[in-house]
C-alpha cells in the first residue's frame, strides 16, 4: 500500500478518487472509462507538477521515504553473484554497513553501502543505516582487498550519518571515519559513488569520496543533518526545514557547485514509486561513470580522484 507524504496530500486525493471509480468500473455498472482516463491524466500531471517544484525539504521527505529503494535492492537489481564479507577484523561485524563482491555487467567489483532497513525488525538489525566505528573499518578492509586485485569499487550512500553513540566513540569513530576515506583516495582502481537517498555528514563521506559522486534527483547530500544543522544555528531542530532551504542539499545545487558529477533521474513521484525503473537509470548511469575511467592507470585514478576533491571551493 502507497504511503504518501504530508505534501502530497492533492495527489492523494485524486488517485483515491480514480481507485473508487475503477472499484466502480469493475462491478460493471457502469461504463466509465472515459472518466477514469481523465482523472488518470489530471493525477498524472498533479504528480508531475508538483515534483518538478519541490523544495530542499520536501526533497529531503522524499530522500527519506520508507518505501523507497535501498542498497538491497540496487544489490538484487544490479549485481550478479554478490557475496558479502563480514567483520573488520578488529572488533565486529556491523551491519549498518553492507559490503561484498560480485560482478556489475560481467565485470567484476567491490560493492559497499549502507543498508538502511525496511521494516522495524531489519531497521533494528542495520541501526537505521548509521555505522559505528567497525563498519568504517569494514569498508576500508573491502577497498583495500579490491585494491590489491585492481576491481572498481561501487558505494551506494543512503544514512543520516554515522552513529554518534558513546560506543563508537570510545572506540574511534571520527579515526574509522578517517581512515576509511583515506582508502577511498588510496585506490588505484576508479571508484563510483551514488547517493540514493541520504548522503549525511562524514558518515557519507568515508564511502563517497569517489571518482565520480552521482546522486539520484531526490536524494540530498549534507554536511549536517537539516534538524542537526537547525539545533546548531538556532538550538531549535523544529526549524529543519529552514535549515534545508538555506545549506544547498539538493542535488541540482550540489551540481552546480561541483561537488557531484551527475544527477541521476527518478520516475515521476519519486524513486518510491517505481524502484524497478530507478534501479535500472542507476545502473545505466554507473555503467557510463566506469566508461569513462576504463584504461585508467592507478596513478592517473589517484590523481584525478585527489584533484577532483582539492579542486572544491576553489573560484571559478
Known amino acids: 500500500m502507497r504511503s ?10 485524486l488517485e483515491a478518487k480514480l481507485e473508487e471509480l475503477r472499484a466502480v468500473a469493475a462491478r460493471g455498472d457502469v461504463s466509465i472509462t472515459e472518466e477514469i482516463a481523465k482523472l488518470q491524466t489530471k493525477a498524472e500531471k498533479a504528480l508531475v507538477d508538483l515534483y518538478a517544484g519541490l523544495t ?3 526533497k529531503t ?25 563480514a567483520g573488520d577484523r ?4 556491523d551491519e549498518a554497513i553492507v559490503g561484498g563482491f560480485g560482478r556489475f555487467r ?3 567489483v567491490c560493492v559497499i553501502g549502507q543498508e538502511k532497513g525496511s521494516d522495524t525488525q531489519t531497521r533494528i538489525k542495520h541501526n537505521f543505516g548509521m555505522a559505528r566505528p567497525e563498519g568504517y573499518r569494514k569498508a576500508a578492509r573491502l577497498m583495500e582487498l579490491a585494491d590489491h586485485f585492481g576491481l572498481p569499487v561501487l558505494s551506494l550512500v ?14 574511534g569513530q571520527a579515526e574509522a571515519i578517517a581512515r576509511s576515506t583515506e582508502a577511498c583516495l588510496a585506490l588505484g582502481a576508479p571508484n563510483v559513488s551514488l547517493v540514493i537517498g541520504e548522503g549525511g555528514s562524514g558518515g557519507a563521506v568515508a564511502i563517497a569520496t569517489a571518482n565520480r559522486v552521482l546522486m539520484l534527483e531526490h536524494a540530498i547530500y549534507t554536511v549536517a543533518s537539516p534538524e542537526a544543522a537547525a539545533s546548531i544555528l538556532w ?14 542539499i539538493t542535488a541540482q545545487d550540489l551540481l552546480k557547485f561541483g561537488i557531484i558529477d551527475a544527477v541521476v ?17 542507476a545502473g545505466a548511469a554507473i555503467a557510463t561513470a566506469l566508461g569513462e575511467m576504463a584504461g585508467l592507470s592507478p596513478d592517473e585514478a589517484r590523481a584525478a580522484r585527489a584533484e577532483k576533491f582539492l579542486a572544491m571551493g576553489r573560484k571559478r
Not at 538550538?235 to 544547498?248: G, L, P, T
Not at 513521484?269 to 525503473?277: I, L, Q, T
Open 4 to 13: 504518501y507524504l504530508d505534501f502530497e496530500k492533492p495527489v492523494a486525493e
Open 56 to 58: 530542499p525539504w520536501q
Open 61 to 85: 521527505q522524499v530522500a527519506r521515504h520508507p518505501q523507497r529503494p535501498h542498497f538491497v535492492d540496487y544489490v538484487t537489481g544490479l549485481i550478479e553473484d554478490f557475496t558479502p564479507l
Open 90 to 93: 578488529k572488533f565486529a561485524q
Open 106 to 108: 560481467g565485470q567484476s
Open 158 to 171: 543512503d544514512t543520516a550519518g554515522a552513529y554518534p553513540g558513546v560506543d563508537a566513540e570510545e572506540r
Open 235 to 248: 538550538r531549535d531542530a523544529s526549524r529543519a526545514e529552514d535549515a534545508a532551504m538555506n545549506m544547498k
Open 265 to 281: 533521474p527518478e520516475p515521476a513521484g519519486g524513486a518510491h514509486r517505481d524502484p524497478e525503473a530507478t534501479v535500472a537509470a
